[in-house]
């Protein structure tokens, strides 16, 4: 009669039930692991297997359809140093492989991929959606307005530049609105700057900033934010410009009649003639005070 440790031997097993695969077995397995691993790997998509511009570009938006952004931009990038420039391939390879890396969130690569598109060939038909996707994808990559602001001046860029070039591409809208939410987000970052300051009673930096806001965004809400905040600073006894709250305060009835908030802070008595107020931006003269850096976040 065999022992339990010659049954174990025999059947593959060792102390505790686990099971030890005998040498042979072993061997085979690898040999058919390899093998799937092999044929895996053919299976893949290899650049080799495609002769021609035309094959690899129908490869590659298929790869791109099936959303394998890896492929596609393995192929898509071959596709932009093969093709001629005069090859109506290149834009289509040019604006797919932008739209690969956005897929993959490589938003940066993305709209550098558009953007060559729309300075490249200007007058291809995917310029103005280049220019739109190049501006969309920087701004991605500036979602807090506390951040450093290079990519929303960079999304502000294709945006107007799309409306400047493209005055009647049906995209213009879309930019246009771009444009807008850009600049909403820069005058909120100079705001909570300004109100930074105004918080820590550092009231001469505070109004720069929030005179900038009305200087450089007067058509976002952040302006009228910001003149309500300029008037509450002039009217600190720190401050006392009284008459400056007043011409602030015709410029608000002027620009935002009917505001509840403008009538509680400036009751019309203070802008008698605010149907012809012009909205303005009284700058009274501050020597010695220059624009501070933004404090850190």
């Known amino acids: 009669m065999r022992t339990l440790d010659e049954r174990d031997a025999a059947t593959g097993r060792v102390a505790g039930g ?19 691993a092999v044929a895996a790997c053919s299976r893949g998509f290899q650049l080799k297997k495609y002769p021609t511009n035309n094959a690899l570009y129908k490869a590659s938006f298929a790869e791109f359809q099936k959303k394998k952004w890896d492929n596609a931009i393995t192929g898509f990038e071959k596709l932009t140093t093969d093709l001629s420039a005069r090859d109506t391939l290149l834009p289509l390879a040019h604006y797919y492989l932008g739209k690969a890396h956005e897929g993959k969130g490589e938003y940066l ?27 969309d994808s920087y701004l991605k990559m500036w979602r807090d307005p506390s951040l450093d ?17 493209y005055p009647d591409s049906p995209l213009k809208d879309k930019a246009v609105a771009g444009a807008a939410k850009v600049d909403e987000m820069l005058a909120t970052k100079d705001y909570e700057t300004g109100m930074h300051y105004v918080r820590r009673r550092a009231f001469d930096s505070a109004l720069i ?40 305060c015709v410029a608000l009835n002027g620009a935002y009649p009917g505001d509840a908030d403008v009538a509680k802070l400036c009751p019309a008595e203070v802008a008698a003639d605010t149907s012809k107020a012009k909205p303005k931006l009284p700058v009274p003269t501050l020597p010695g005070v220059r624009k501070p850096a933004a404090p850190p976040r």
């Open 18 to 36: 686990i099971t030890r695969m005998p040498a042979t077995r072993r061997l085979a397995f690898v040999a058919v692991v390899a093998t799937l």
């Open 109 to 135: 690569l993305a709209a550098q991929s558009y953007a060559r598109l729309a300075e490249s060939f200007p007058d291809d038909s995917l310029a103005a959606a280049a220019l739109l996707a190049a501006g």
């Open 149 to 165: 602001p290079t990519y929303a001046t960079m999304a502000q860029t294709q945006y107007r530049l799309l409306v400047s070039v």
């Open 209 to 248: 900033y929030l005179k900038d806001v009305v200087r450089n965004y007067p058509s976002t809400q952040r302006s009228r934010d910001a003149m309500l905040r300029i008037v509450e600073v002039y009217r600190r006894p720190e401050m006392n410009y009284k008459d400056e709250a007043k011409e602030m």
